[in-house]
T-cell receptor, first 114, second 112 residues
């Protein structure tokens, strides 16, 4: 149980284009989903917290207009990187929890912006 | 005060040995402490978690030791195996909140 999927697992795009990453909880309803960014050999950096049907809460320093988050249902959240630039290249990971504090992580999406 | 400090940054252990990773925190509002294991190119996977009302929790070869007065907790991996080679993250969550604060990570290598 408690499986979280992400799609795509990797994506390459041209600078200036937008990229959408999906995060799904497969066998449970997620009250909250989280989006993280991870640079090589570094820890996870929380970007935003989203609850179904409400606006995401962004961490300090994360551009809301750059990283659009939509949590349309209890099993799906999307992260759209708008007008991507090479510095947005990173490993993006989502997590979800059903209740309480336990977060279950997706497998991650590697984004490379050329 | 929101930080969780993790050490060591990297660790090499011989097969069959005990791997020990330590974390320390300042915020006394933290009351949930999970450990995650991450393999290269993969998302973190929950290993084991503990709350401050217990001093130790064991699941298979993995044990969390918790020292509330010292505000420290550690992960012990008994009989370490090459398959345990991964990056380990400790984390903490404040009471009533869902956000996790992560440690810096420890890259563990188990030599055969």
């Amino acid at each position: 149980g408690a499986v979280v999927s992400q799609h795509p697992s990797w994506v390459i795009c041209k600078s200036g284009t937008s990229v959408k990453i999906e995060c799904r909880s497969l066998d449970f309803q997620a009250t909250t989903m989280f989006w993280y960014r991870q640079f090589p050999k570094q820890s996870l950096m929380l970007m935003a917290t989203s609850n179904e049907g409400s606006k995401a809460t962004y961490e300090q320093g994360v551009e809301k207009d750059k990283f659009l988050i939509n949590h349309a249902s209890l099993t799906l959240s999307t992260l759209t990187v708008t007008s991507a630039h090479p510095e947005d290249s990173s490993f993006y990971i989502c997590s979800a929890n059903e209740w309480g504090e336990t977060q279950y992580f997706g497998p991650g999406t590697r984004l490379l912006v050329l | 005060q929101q930080q969780v400090k993790q050490s060591p940054q990297s660790l090499i252990v011989q097969k069959g040995g005990i791997s020990i990773i330590n974390c320390a925190y300042e915020n006394t509002a933290f009351d949930y402490f999970p450990w995650y294991q991450q393999f290269p190119g993969k998302g973190p996977a929950l290993l084991i978690a503990i709350r401050p009302d217990v001093s130790e929790k064991k699941e298979g070869r993995f044990t969390i030791s918790f020292n509330k007065s010292a505000k420290q907790f550690s992960l012990h991996i008994m009989d370490s195996q090459p398959g345990d080679s991964a990056t380990y993250f400790c984390a903490a969550s404040p009471r009533g909140a869902q956000k996790l604060v992560f440690g810096q990570g420890t890259r563990l290598t188990i030599n055969p």
